[in-house]
């Protein structure tokens, strides 16, 4: 089965697509794509079985989302906490999940015409070896394209990855790049595995179990969450479209409250940069009381200066997470 399935909506489908379009859309949708095991039990089949149906599901749930106009869709495919099944399911989903990026990359014609980018977010230096060489070069494959963007969390957790970026601005602060007066909720967002995302509007789990189990639990603080009993590889595009309504019901009360946070952080930035400059200045000064003008000034300075420090922070990151994957890619460390 392909990462991306072929094929139109029925009639029924396209209609209740488009009435659904008439409203208000999510951009990007997260599925804790949960039940394989519940699946496989009920239908009598091994439990294997159950997660490449599940995996199959997902190849389906992206070209319902690219018929909605959602071009950003992050699933939970493992967790860290997930290591801890048995050694037999855990090399099963190893397997198939090295099965799968080998044949991401025989699918590249395909995911070029549909400008499908995939990212990889987690610790892959949990994963063995050859799956992280295999992960590495299916996203370097498809890195360039931009329509739509399907972010894969595996061996993810997502305290894992708040300490992981709070280890990242320590390490930034060592190096001299960022000063500790610089780390900031901004700057911890964009030191995230998700940086290059927009927070999910929607986050979908299935198979009746009401918890987050760790994950983008910063990401979704004011997004619509949905939780329905169905299994997922049950899950089907009315399971979908029901999600979405209930996304529109609540529109209005989650913009208001991602328009309060969004204002929020504005204020919370500049009161952090007014208070460190207010310090400099007792340093600098000469005991003479500066007018507005200076002060405005400075502050404004102090903007640009902190600004440019993180630029050059986040791109010394960027090029850090880039050379892991370079590492892994090339000749010399194919076994
Ligand atoms: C989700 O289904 C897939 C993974 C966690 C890999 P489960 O394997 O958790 O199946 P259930 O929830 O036990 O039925
Ligand atoms: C969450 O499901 C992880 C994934 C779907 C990959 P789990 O089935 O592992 O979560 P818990 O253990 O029920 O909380
Ligand atoms: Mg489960």
Request: hydrophobic residues 40%; proline residues 2%.
């Amino acid at each position: 089965m392909s990462w991306i399935r072929e094929g139109e909506l029925s009639l029924l489908e396209r209609l209740s697509a488009n009435i659904l379009k008439a409203g208000p859309m999510p951009k990007h949708v997260a599925f804790i794509m949960d039940g394989n095991r519940r699946y496989a039990q009920k239908k009598h089949v091994e439990r294997q079985e159950g997660h490449t149906q599940g995996f199959d599901k997902l190849a389906e749930t992206l070209r319902w989302c690219l018929n909605l106009d959602i071009h950003e869709v992050t699933v939970y495919a493992f967790s860290i906490e997930n290591f801890k099944r048995s050694k037999e399911e855990v090399d099963g989903l190893m397997e198939l999940a090295k099965e799968k990026f080998l044949r991401l990359l025989d699918e590249q014609e395909n995911l070029e015409k549909h400008g499908v980018c995939i990212r990889v977010l987690g610790d892959l230096t949990l994963l063995p070896i050859d799956l992280q060489r295999v992960i590495a070069k299916a996203v370097m494959a498809t890195r360039s394209h931009n329509k739509c963007f399907l972010n894969v969390c595996f061996a993810y957790t997502s305290r894992h990855e708040i300490a992981n970026a709070v280890k990242e601005m320590a390490w930034g602060v060592e190096q001299g790049l960022i000063k500790s007066g610089d780390v900031s909720e901004a700057l911890l967002n964009q030191c995230l595995y998700t940086s290059s995302s927009p927070n999910p509007d929607l986050l979908i789990r299935t198979s009746g179990e009401v918890r987050l189990s760790d994950f983008l639990l910063w990401q979704t603080s004011h997004s619509c969450l949905v939780f329905q009993s169905v299994l997922w590889p049950e899950y089907s595009f009315w399971n979908l479209c029901e999600a979405i309504l209930q996304y529109q019901q609540n529109y209005r009360s989650l913009q208001k409250a991602q328009d309060i946070h969004r204002e929020g952080q504005k204020v919370q930035q500049l009161e952090a940069d007014r208070s460190h400059v207010s310090d400099l200045l007792q340093h600098r000064g000469n005991g003479k009381p500066m007018d507005a003008r200076a002060r405005q000034t400075a502050l404004i300075n102090y903007a640009e200066n902190r600004e440019e420090r993180v630029q050059r922070f986040l791109g010394a990151l960027q090029h850090k997470r880039d050379t892991f994957f370079e590492h892994l890619t090339s000749p010399t460390a194919v076994a």
